[in-house]
């Protein structure tokens, strides 16, 4: 089963496999500047294109569906909460991080995520100190690394997060 928006499953079914875009192309059937648009998430998928996909890796098309809001982005889906990154992922990159790290992590996401929101105003503009056994020069690495590896959050999920952490910046000053 795999986790995550789309464009980011779609990279990793081509990655799992070795393929360059080319490849992937002649593997399923669906055309390179296709492929690479829906990889990017500048188009989504048909369903007739999806069937190629799943045929050419090899995976059920539900698999790649699976978690996906189809006609509603994430960041406006009803109820949907900001995106979250797992211990698991960071420790692909990253060496001893702590569970405490990650929730922090998550929280300035979370803060960002809502920040972002047209309208949306700070209820209070009041210090957040982290806990004393956070280090926020590696959470800050954290995030950074999050938002620039292009597998972790969709374009767009990273945009709204990068647009919140501004908005942020300029309220505090």
């Given amino acids: 089963?795999?986790?995550?928006?789309?464009?980011?499953?779609?990279?990793?079914?081509?990655?799992?496999q070795g393929l360059t875009l080319l490849e992937a192309a002649e593997k399923t059937g669906v055309g390179r500047d296709t492929l690479s648009s829906l990889e990017k998430g500048n188009q989504r998928p048909?369903?007739?294109?999806?069937?190629?996909?799943?045929?050419?890796?090899?995976?059920?098309?539900?698999e790649i569906l699976e978690t996906e809001e189809l006609a509603v982005p994430l960041g406006e889906a009803p109820g949907a909460g900001p995106p979250q990154v797992s211990r698991e992922r960071l420790q692909e990159h990253f060496e001893n991080v702590r569970q405490n790290e990650v929730d922090y992590l998550n929280w300035m996401i979370a803060?960002?995520?809502?920040?972002?929101?047209?309208?949306?105003?700070?209820?209070?503009?009041?210090?957040?100190?982290?806990?004393?056994?956070?280090?926020?020069d590696r959470i800050w690495q954290f995030l950074e690394h999050a938002l620039g590896a292009r597998n972790v959050f969709g374009p767009e999920e990273a945009e709204r997060i990068k647009r919140g952490a501004v908005r942020k910046a300029a309220l505090a000053r």
């Fill in 46 to 62: 048909v369903m007739p294109t999806l069937a190629k996909l799943a045929q050419g890796y090899g995976v059920d098309v539900e």
């Fill in 111 to 136: 803060d960002f995520w809502r920040l972002a929101l047209p309208g949306e105003k700070p209820e209070k503009l009041e210090a957040h100190f982290p806990p004393e056994d956070i280090d926020t």
């Fill in 1 to 16: 089963m795999m986790h995550g928006s789309l464009p980011a499953k779609l990279r990793v079914l081509r990655a799992r």
